[in-house]
């Protein structure tokens, strides 16, 4: 086991939940393996287009084109990031340098651009082994079809198909084995297609994704927007308090100021229900500092103060409607405290992630894994739900982003049809 960094691969699944999720995911799988196909072969054209303008070039008519061709090339790719983004539950993204804030209003495409160069990279490749890899899971997907129906094309048309592949079929019985096999084939090309789909896809982000050097301008502006960022969110959560104490806690001490003004001239007129009023009263009381408690964990959980993080995320766990598992790396004694602010938003990460998971996922179980280092604070919630969150969904994970944004971290929601839903995220320590 690791003691930093996050892991590289996911626990291990019970046999029936990856039947499950094969099936889960083989929808979206054939889907995309399906639109790359067609875009392939669409590539193949692009891709000829480029090269004419490309050898225009040499003679100077193509640079008029150039920046037509580039754009084209663009919306193509950008089409795809979309794709690769569904499939893989995280969204594609890349810095284009006309698309920069500091960039000219009239900037365009250049081969200039690392990222316009990748792109044409992806077409070469999409095109050609891309295209190549879709025929393949097709043909798997064919050969489930030839088996499933081996009944009925046996009846309908005898002796015009009667071999498959080791399998002659000249008689009912063979006919219903035949469909029997076929239906463990289908498992197995639901699983063989959605690898490919994931080969595929992963080699596209790859080539899809591109990131410019940071500079010390960059930089700032990347510092500024996180930093606008938690303002934003310290300034929802300021809201949030005010309008909590004045519900919840203020609502309830006003109640109890009444109540002793009530007891106060039942004492000089009915003395005998100062008793019941009396009852009434400290249950009053008792709901306000509940509200107070309440108000007060959702700013800074005591737990953390009194145990820690990593004993905080074992009772949250513990709470968890799914049955979750907490592995930490504690062997060889107590991980270092992090900062006061750090566990805080690692606290509220792992809560609102568990809060999903009961709330959306469908799923069986959960895990929680975290890592605590004199630099980083690591986590990753993952479950064996049905999978299919993203950031516009609703679930929380840009308020996670934007809490785990001021302090620089980063946080990663990969959540693929089918499951398993998985959220990354590491927070520095350091000032």
Known sequence: MRASGLPAAPRRLQPDVRIRQTVLRFPSAIGYILVCFGTGLLGVVLLYLVVVVFALCLVGMGFLLLPTALRVLRRYADFHRGQVGRLT???????????????????????????????????????????????????????????LTAPVWWKLAPGERDAIIALTVDSWGKAIAALGVGLGYAVVAMAVTWLLARVHGGASRRLLSARPRAGLAQRVRELATTRAEALDA????????????????????????????????????????????????????????????????????????????????????GLCEVPTRIDVDDAGGPPPRAPAAVEAAAYFVVSEALANVAKHSGARTALVWLRITENTVSIRVEDDGRGGASEGAGGGVLGLRRRVAAFDGTAELFSPPGGPTVLKVEIPCGS
């Open 89 to 147: 539950g995280r969204e594609v993204r890349t810095a284009y340098r006309d698309r920069a804030v500091h960039a000219p209003p009239d900037a365009g495409p250049s081969l200039r651009d690392p990222a316009v160069r990748k792109d044409l990279v992806w077409l070469l490749a999409h095109s050609s082994l891309g295209t190549a890899l879709c025929v393949l899971a097709l043909s798997v997907c064919g050969g489930v079809v030839d088996w």
């Open 234 to 317: 310290h300034d929802a959560e300021l809201r949030r308090i005010e309008r909590d104490l004045h519900d919840g806690a203020q609502a309830g001490i006003v109640a109890v100021s009444m109540r002793l003004g009530m007891i106060k001239r039942a004492l000089a007129v009915r003395p005998e229900q100062v008793p019941e009023m009396l009852d009434a009263t400290q249950q009053l009381t008792e709901q306000a500092l509940q509200s107070l408690r309440q108000l007060v964990r959702g700013i800074y959980p005591p737990v953390l103060a009194d145990r820690g993080l990593v004993d905080a995320v074992r009772a949250l766990a």
